[in-house]
């Protein structure tokens, strides 16, 4: 299989005028998903689903449970919208 820096596939994309766009590096600490499920999981860890129902209930049980403003502020950004140092 062939990756997007390979050779082969830059010259296909060069070929066709497409422009490649490269994304930064991942960082979790954006992803407010990832925050997210950082609640979600040693719940469902500790009360361990053995059905999908229960699993759902479990999950619902979690956000019904959690407090907005702390995922709010663990996201590292300062008020000008940019990534805190």
Known sequence: MLGFTSAE???????????????????????PI???FSVIKPRNTRHRANTRISLVTNIQLVLEEIKTEPLFFSIPIDPCGTKSI
Request: proline share 8%; glycine share 0%; hydrophobic share 40%.
């Open 9 to 31: 596939i830059i010259s296909l994309l060069r070929r066709e005028n497409v422009e490649q766009i490269f994304l930064p590096p991942y960082s979790s600490d954006l992803n």
């Open 34 to 36: 990832e925050n997210l």
